[in-house]
């Protein structure tokens, strides 16, 4: 799949539900209206998009969500997805995870062939994790992060950085992160969806955090990319990684190779953009997959070049309306 920039498409990220068992207060309100079960495609609809994904030349699956490891089942669609690692089609099976189902799965997507976990964790104080979750256990978090350790998984933690927040723990995170052997990414918030709060206010550019982070530990410049807005370095004390997702900037969009599914099947060709293709259409109504194919092939021909985000005084509403829990992060 090569869209009208040139770009190949390799990497699919697909929201497995909209569900989550936390309300992190950049992320969602605490009252949320989630989608009817109805207007959700089934696990099997799950696994047969991504397989026409995987058909077309996408390498690396990504589940996320909401929280992938609440969806009913979901180790069934790991299991079932698993095949294509095991065919060579896919390289890589990955998910995203607040963790709090990692101590109970942690084994299992290992044995289904799953090497590496994003868990985020925005901060290691447990007052504050409850906070900034509105309804986490810090320690269920933890216990879960173990376990993907025991497991035989490597972790990257992903951090929002959160003005007044977490902060003046950039520190602690990458001594911990360090001396666990975890990478460590920070993020900065993206404007998408109504929450309860002011993003303004909570908005910290990474710059900061980098040139703060710059006074303490040695930061060395690597040419690791994943083709997303993720810049890279290594901190030269601890050895790990550490990498910083600034949305904000345009400088990633020309490499940007991939694109999103919703659990509904919807797809988006940029996560900044409100255009979307509906695959369950096609998907449902024509079980030899060739419309389904079809409509894929028609949306990777609208991608667009890039985003329009803004956070600033003037551009207080979301960029786009949908919640980051939509499509996945
Ligand atoms: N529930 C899982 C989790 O928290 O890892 C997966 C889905 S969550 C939407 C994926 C990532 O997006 C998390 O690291 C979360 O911190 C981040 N995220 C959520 N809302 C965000 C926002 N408005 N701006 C930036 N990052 C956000
Ligand atoms: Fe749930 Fe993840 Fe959103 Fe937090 S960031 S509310 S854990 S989907």
């Known amino acids: 799949m090569i869209d009208p920039y040139g770009r190949t498409i390799t ?3 697909v929201s497995v539900t909209d569900r989550c068992d936390f309300r992190c207060v950049y992320c969602m309100a605490e009252e949320m209206t989630f989608l009817p079960k109805s207007e959700v495609l089934t696990l099997e609809e799950l696994d047969r998009v991504a397989s026409a994904f995987v058909g077309k030349g996408v390498k690396k699956l990504r589940l996320t969500g909401g929280e992938p490891l609440v969806r009913k089942n ?14 060579g089609a896919l390289d890589e099976l990955t ?9 109970k799965y942690a084994s299992e997507l290992a044995t289904y062939g799953v090497k ?6 925005d901060t290691l104080d447990p007052t504050k994790f409850k906070a900034i979750t509105r309804w986490g256990d810090l320690g269920k978090v933890l216990d879960g992060v173990a376990a993907a350790k025991k497991a035989g998984l490597t972790i990257k ?37 109504d929450i309860d709060g002011d993003r303004t ?14 006074k303490t530990w040695t930061l060395a410049e690597t040419d690791y990319h994943t083709g997303g807005p993720a810049r890279y370095a290594r901190i030269v004390e601890t050895g790990q990684r550490i990498g910083f997702i ?14 999103r599914l919703t659990c509904t099947g919807n797809l988006y060709m940029c996560l900044g953009q409100n255009d979307s293709a509906d695959l ?25 070049k890039g985003h329009d985000f803004i956070i600033d005084r003037r551009h207080a509403a979301p960029a786009v309306p949908r919640h980051m829990s939509v499509t996945g992060g």
Request: glycine share 6%.
């Open 11 to 13: 990497y699919l990220r």
């Open 74 to 87: 979901i180790m069934s669609l790991i299991h079932g997805l698993s095949r294509h690692l095991a065919t």
């Open 95 to 103: 998910l995203t995870t607040n963790g709090s189902q990692l101590a």
């Open 116 to 121: 590496r976990v994003n868990v985020s964790i």
């Open 157 to 193: 933690i992903n951090a929002v950085a959160l003005r007044g927040v977490n902060d003046e723990e950039v520190d602690d995170l990458i001594r911990w992160c360090g001396s666990e052997g975890l990478d460590l990414t920070f993020i900065e918030t993206m404007p998408m969806g």
């Open 201 to 214: 206010a909570q908005y910290l550019p990474l710059s900061l955090v980098r040139a703060k982070i710059a």
């Open 246 to 259: 600034t949305p904000l900037t345009h400088n990633f969009c020309e490499s940007c190779n991939r694109v």
């Open 280 to 304: 369950r259409a096609p998907l449902r109504a024509d079980p030899s997959g060739r419309l389904l194919d079809a409509t894929i092939d028609e949306a990777i021909g609208r991608k667009p």
